[in-house]
Nanobody, 124 residues
Framework: QVQLAESGGGLVQAGGSLRLSCAAS????????MGWFRQAPGKDLESVAA????????VYADFAKGRFTISRDNAKNTVYLQLNSLKPEDTAVYYC?????????????????WGQGTQVTVSS
């Protein structure tokens, strides 16, 4: 019901910043928690951050705290992930997803609609 499209990835030097965007279509976006996830080559999918439907509550993985910021603009049907102080180990495909669970959390199985991802590459 909700279609998601990530953008904003690219190649950046260590210590640099990127802002990822996730554009959503569909009625369920503005009433759903949203999350960002990432997957590096050969590694498992990792939860990064999630945001409650109104934007009033956020939760972050430990590695993301203090460096990454999730936000949303429901009027624009868009969720963002600001990536600061990037490290080479942040290199991954970053995915946006919509949660079907009432509580905002980083449980991957809560998320039912997924985008195709955007590549973030951090050089040393």
């Amino acid at each position: 019901q909700v279609q998601l499209a990530e953008s904003g990835g690219g190649l950046v030097q260590a210590g640099g910043s990127l802002r990822l965007s996730c554009a959503a279509s569909g009625r369920a976006f503005s009433t759903s928690a949203m999350g960002w996830f990432r997957q590096a080559p050969g590694k498992d999918l990792e939860s990064v951050a999630a945001i409650e439907w109104s934007g009033g509550y956020t939760v972050y993985a430990d590695f993301a705290k203090g460096r990454f910021t999730i936000s949303r603009d429901n009027a624009k049907n868009t969720v963002y992930l600001q990536l600061n102080s990037l490290k080479p180990e942040d290199t991954a495909v970053y995915y946006c997803a919509r949660s079907s669970f009432l509580i905002t959390r980083l449980t991957q199985s809560d998320y039912k609609d997924w985008g195709q991802g955007t590549q973030v590459t951090v050089s040393s």
